[in-house]
């Protein structure tokens, strides 16, 4: 399938998880729901064809980065703390042709511990719900690149996170409403 044929079934993709917000973001379950710019992210995604094979979205919320990057050709996984939205993404998954794997608990690693001499807290992400990687027969440093849309003030936490449990190689793709998409390596080769 061509990618503008791909964009044009991402495009009833967005619209749907949009209205899904819509209707229910009064919810519980959808209090630290956010959407992203999912045009930028299908542009990075398709450029990363070839260089990656894994994907990991943390926060997966309704699965659109998760089921773009798996309908890409990609080997894609979410993690999302609220079982309600991991139900509605595997139903959008199954509704537009993909089959990633979503768990439901926390993306944070069993063995992470915060630095609060570094700054290190969590704001808003969910702490309390079980690590997720056991129910993937993975580690985060299984996967190739890691996508996220963390908070303001989280983004030191979440970059920590991939320094200390990511592999060597692996690629942390953020999202930020001010400064948009970027894609970083989290462990510089040397003389980069």
Request: glycine share 8%; charged share 25%; hydrophobic share 45%.
């Amino acid at each position: 399938m061509a990618d503008t044929d791909l964009l044009a079934s991402f495009s009833l993709l967005w619209a749907e998880a949009d209205a899904i917000w819509e209707a229910n973001g009064n919810l519980p379950a959808y209090a630290l729901y956010v959407s992203a710019d999912y045009m930028a992210i299908f542009e990075k995604l398709c450029e990363l064809r070839g260089r990656v094979d894994t994907i990991l979205e943390w926060g997966s919320g309704l699965g659109v980065v998760t089921i773009m990057a798996n309908r890409l050709g990609f080997n894609a996984f979410g993690i999302e703390a609220e079982p309600d939205l991991v139900k509605l993404a595997e139903g959008l998954a199954t509704k537009y042709g993909a089959r990633p794997r979503f768990v439901v608990g926390s993306f944070i690693p069993a063995e992470f511990e915060e630095n609060y001499q570094a700054g290190e807290e969590f704001g808003r992400t969910l702490t309390t719900a079980t690590p997720a990687y056991e129910e993937l027969d993975m580690e985060l440093r299984d996967f190739d690149l890691v996508y996220a849309f963390p908070w303001p003030d989280e983004h030191g936490i979440y970059r920590s996170i991939m320094q200390r449990h990511a592999s060597r190689n692996a690629l942390y793709m953020r999202y930020d409403a001010r400064e948009g998409l970027s894609l970083t390596r989290v462990h510089k080769r040397a003389g980069t």
